[in-house]
Each structure stands twice: as C-alpha cells, then as structure tokens.
C-alpha cells in the first residue's frame, strides 16, 4: 500500500478511535449512577448480553467466515476485555469517577511498557514524550490527590488488562477480520459476565431512565465501539491507539461540565491541552517514514 492510501487509512482509524473515546465518555457518570442500585457484575452481564445478540445478527456471515485461529485470539481478547471491564466497574463502586478516569488512563504508559518487556519491541522516544505528556494531562484532569484502597487497586488491575488488549488487537486484528472478531470477543465478554451474575441472581434496571442507559452503553459505548477498535487497530501501533484513547477522560469532564453541572477548571483546560499536545506529537510520528518494526508488524498481521 503505498504512503497516501495508507496515511489516509491511519486518519480513519485515528477519527475512529476519538470518536469512540468521547462515546467511552459520556458513559462514566452514567454508570456511576447505575451501579448504585445493579451490581457491576449484573449490570455488564446485562449491557454485553444485549450488545453480543446485536452484533451477531448484524456480523454473522463475517463471523461464519473466521479461521479456527481467529477464534481463538478473539476469545483471549475478550476474556481480557471482559476481566477489565468487570474490575473497572467493580472499582468504580469504591473510588471517585475522576479518580477512576485517571488510573484506567494509566493504560497509555502499561501498554508501551508491556510492548518493550514482552514483544521486545523498540519504543521511540517521541512515544516516551507523548505518554508522558498524556499522562500529566490525565492527573491534571482527574487528581486532587488519591488514596490507594480496594477500589483504586481493583482499577489498576483493570489498566493492565486493558493495555494487554490494546497490544493484542495491535498484532492480530486485520480489517478484513475486524467484524468477526468483535463479534468474538463480545460474545465471550458477555459470557465472562454472565459467569460472574448469574448464581446471586440478576438485579434488572429500576426504572425507564437506566434501561435507556443500558441500551446506550450496549448499542454505542458496546456495538459500535468495540467494533471501531477493532478495525482502527489494524492500521496503527498499540501505543499510539492507547496514546489516543486517552481522550476519553477530556471528554469525561466535558461531559461533566456540560451535563453534569461542573465547573470548567483552569486544571481542566491545562490538563485537556496536554493530552490534546500528546496527540499531536504522537500524530507528527505518525507521519514519519515506517521504521522496520513496524513493518514487521504489519507483515505479522498479515501472516496470522
């Protein structure tokens, strides 16, 4: 593919990829009030159960077309993903939104740190910058100090399993198989929480306003967000997907400002720079010629 096609494949998944962030979002301060009255573990069972009959009735001939080694991938994906989401969820019953938005955020620095000691892979020092501007950015947004108990350690857990995500959608996700996988991965995260419900019983939604949270989170935050990952996942780098994902929290607080009644902070705005500045930089690498590695990896992509 030569360099114009391929840059514009890389400005999609990057649209993508922001897209789904400020999805990610508009989600937190729902699911702070919803599990208040469902247990996290009830109300991701219910979310993914939903969301995995959708996408099966709407991916089926891409799911039917999967090698048994596409499968399999796609099923370690989405224990990894199912794991994260639980332990997210369970630590956010126990910790502050904001703080919980900056130790999840904290992927952008476990995935580069998981790719150099796992896959041996070289990280740039432009990446290094970029993380570390991202992840200023993501404490200016979140911090006004934290405690570490059960509810921060549970979130961190759920970084790290997010971040192994990244990494192996990073290697194995191909655009062809990006459908198919999704389906995948949804189906075993609905099962992974179904696991984990189903023997204390079901706690259903108490009112018309959660369902319809529910149904968002399911179809938007769900569907079409695990989908757009993904698929953008196959045309850029692990860490530059996490670099971008770190958006989420900046669109968390002005989700927050706008509907949640907060007020726009000097904290806000520094920290929104930030991360807005680790983008560009990580968008002016993108920009460079490919260096051998990634051509290694886009040739494993293909080989899988």
């Known amino acids: 593919m030569s360099a114009s096609p391929k840059r514009r494949l890389q400005a999609i998944a990057t ?4 897209a789904l962030t ?14 208040q009255t469902v247990p ?12 995995a009959a959708l996408m099966v009735a709407l991916f089926w001939r891409p799911l039917r077309t999967l090698e048994r080694r596409d499968v399999i991938v796609g099923m370690g994906l989405g224990a990894l993903y199912g794991g994260a989401q639980l332990l997210q969820t369970a630590g956010l019953a126990h910790t502050d939104a904001s703080v919980s938005g900056f130790i999840t955020g904290t992927y952008v620095v476990l ?46 857990m759920a970084a790290a399993l997010y971040a192994l995500h ?14 198919g996988m999704s389906v995948v991965q949804m189906i075993v995260i609905a099962a992974f929480c179904l696991v984990v419900a189903v023997p204390d019983g079901i706690t259903w939604p108490q ?7 529910v149904i968002y989170m399911a179809t938007a935050a769900g ?24 958006l989420e929290p900046v669109f968390a ?21 930030l991360v807005l500045a680790a983008m560009y930089v990580v968008e002016l690498a993108g920009r460079q010629p490919d260096r051998p590695t990634t051509q290694v990896s886009e040739a494993l992509h293909h080989d899988v």
């Open 207 to 213: 009112s018309t306003g959660q369902w319809w949270s």
């Open 253 to 273: 607080a002005g989700f927050a400002v706008a509907l949640g009644g907060e007020s726009l902070t000097g904290r806000m705005m520094l920290g929104g720079a």
């Open 223 to 246: 569907v079409l967000a695990l989908w757009s990952q993904t698929w953008a996942q196959a045309h850029m780098t692990a860490t530059r997907a996490a670099i971008v994902m770190t």
């Open 111 to 156: 995935t580069p740190v998981i790719t150099a000691a796992l896959l041996r892979e070289r990280v740039p020092a432009s990446t290094w910058y970029a993380v570390s501007l991202a992840t200023a950015g993501l404490a200016l947004l979140s911090l006004n100090g934290v405690s570490v108990g059960i509810g921060e350690t549970l979130t961190l």
């Open 166 to 179: 990244i990494i192996g959608l990073g290697r194995y996700s191909t655009a062809a198989r990006a459908a």
């Open 40 to 51: 996290p573990a009830d109300f991701l069972a219910i979310r993914f159960t939903l969301a």
């Open 15 to 18: 649209f993508l990829l922001v």
């Open 22 to 35: 400020a999805v990610w979002g508009s989600t937190f301060f729902l699911i702070r009030d919803l599990v």
